[in-house]
């Protein structure tokens, strides 16, 4: 317990002492927990009450971006370090038709629209240490269809007009895109850079990797709009072009797309670089090309060529960055470390009840989803502070889980055999993590 305790004192200053005690009791209890993670499942591993966790999950004052940058800035954040914002969309299936936020939305497990809840959720990304913290979540929430109405009206015949451009007509301002992904995406992203220029005086990241989905120009100029360059995947089918090399006329303006690019038959000039594992061969080819995409600047591309040595037949993968400067390893690495996010989503699912909670009331929902996030942050933190206290080079958080499973165990057989009386501590940690260990197959 205490080294719980001693990575929420970071949170002294957000939380009041009464919310903090609480926050201890059900964090413990969450890694004690070997069931579903619900509000019942956690009063039942804590020294509180069930009406005490009913009103922690009722607050509407619990800030958890600020919570989660908090534990953030005093165990992770290094100056030193290149750090990645990555985002991405978390699908989770609810029956009934209370839950808030209840609507259809694409799961890609399912490959179909499910009655679900989606969270966008916003992580910074450690290059080294090749972790994902979650920062932000905000729920996607469906506006309601409007009632089409029954009245039918007459449409009047639009009047013909000439061919051309209208005289007088002025170009009118790119419009950003409709759809609710981007407008909470924005939200997230002016959040994340006005919460890290308040506590660390600076904004760290220079770069955001986002799903093929969200490599367009909407997005593209998204990133632009906060100072950061984005690096996302095209469809394999994408019209790529070479810029215009040919003499102009004299008047006009400049033709832009130049030869379009054959994917499967690239120049050997624009070759970086090639491995071969696992009976693949991969070769990378890295240009300066134009995207029907994104119209407005060009963009550093990297195509990757993947050769089955066995079958001969070959496939590939279009990344770009709007970096024209990054080198194709470093997007390759970068757009690679975005799946870590996809890991906090399996945590979140797995183990700290993101697939489990059975509220349905906006505040509740709210908190039991970022609480979710929290504890992934938290179990970080900790496996750290395990590694160091037990000597040894992996910790996983099933390992976590099945050390205060144990404890917890161990301290309610003892409490059993003194009758009532508070359990002596015969066992020390080590004693315990032992146990635990071994246990561990059988948890």
């Not at 003499?247 to 797309?257: F, I, L, Q, V």
């Amino acid at each position: 317990m205490c080294l719980i305790n001693n990575i929420l004192l970071a949170l002294v200053g957000e939380l009041s002492s009464t919310k903090l005690k609480v926050l201890s009791q059900i964090c413990k209890s969450i890694l004690t927990c070997s069931n579903k993670i619900t509000m019942l499942e956690i009063s039942r591993y804590t020294e509180v009450a069930y009406r005490t966790v009913q009103r922690f999950f009722s607050l509407k004052d619990i800030v958890w971006e600020k919570l989660n940058l908090c534990l953030f800035k005093r165990f992770v954040w290094n100056k030193d370090k290149v750090f990645l914002i990555a985002a991405d969309e978390v699908v989770e299936k609810k029956s009934g038709k209370k839950t808030f936020g209840l609507s259809h939305f694409f799961s890609n497990i399912e490959k179909q629209a499910i009655p679900a809840i989606s969270f966008m959720n916003m992580s910074l990304v450690d290059v080294i240490q090749r972790k994902s913290y979650p920062m932000i979540t905000k729920q996607l929430v469906k506006p309601e269809k409007e009632k089409k109405t029954t009245n039918v009206t007459e449409k009047e015949p639009k009047a013909k007009r000439s061919k051309g451009r209208p005289k007088g007509s002025k170009n009118k301002p790119k419009e950003s895109s409709t759809d609710i992904q981007y407008t909470i995406l924005e939200t997230l992203l002016k959040t994340l850079k006005e919460l890290l220029i308040a506590n660390l005086n600076l904004f760290p990241c220079l770069y955001l990797t986002l799903d093929g989905y969200f490599g367009n120009q909407h997005y593209m100029r998204l990133a632009k709009k906060y100072s950061v360059d984005l690096i996302s995947k095209l469809k394999c089918n994408s019209a790529l072009f070479f810029a215009w090399e040919g003499k102009t006329k004299g008047r006009g303006h400049p033709p832009k797309y130049g030869e379009k690019v054959n994917v499967k038959n690239l120049h050997s000039k624009y070759h970086k670089a090639s491995k071969i594992e696992d009976k693949f061969q991969y070769d990378f080819y890295q240009m300066h090309l134009w995207s029907k995409n994104y119209t407005e600047a060009m963009l550093n591309v990297v195509v990757i060529i993947c050769k089955n040595l066995k079958t001969k037949s070959t496939s590939h993968c279009i990344l770009f960055s709007t970096d024209l400067e990054l080198s194709h390893d470093k997007i390759v690495e970068y757009y690679g470390l975005r799946f870590q996010i996809e890991f906090n989503f399996r945590d979140a699912k797995q183990y700290f009840g993101l697939a489990d909670f059975k509220n349905y009331k906006e505040v509740q929902v709210t908190n039991a989803v970022n609480l979710a996030f929290f504890m992934c942050n938290f179990s970080y933190i900790l496996t750290k502070d395990f590694k160091e206290l037990f000597n040894v080079e992996v910790v996983s958080i099933l390992d976590l889980k099945t050390y205060y499973r144990t404890e917890f165990i161990a301290k309610a057989t003892l409490e059993l055999k003194n009758k009532g009386k508070k359990a002596l501590h015969f066992l020390n940690p080590f004693q315990i993590f032992t146990i635990a260990k071994n246990q561990a197959v059988n948890f």
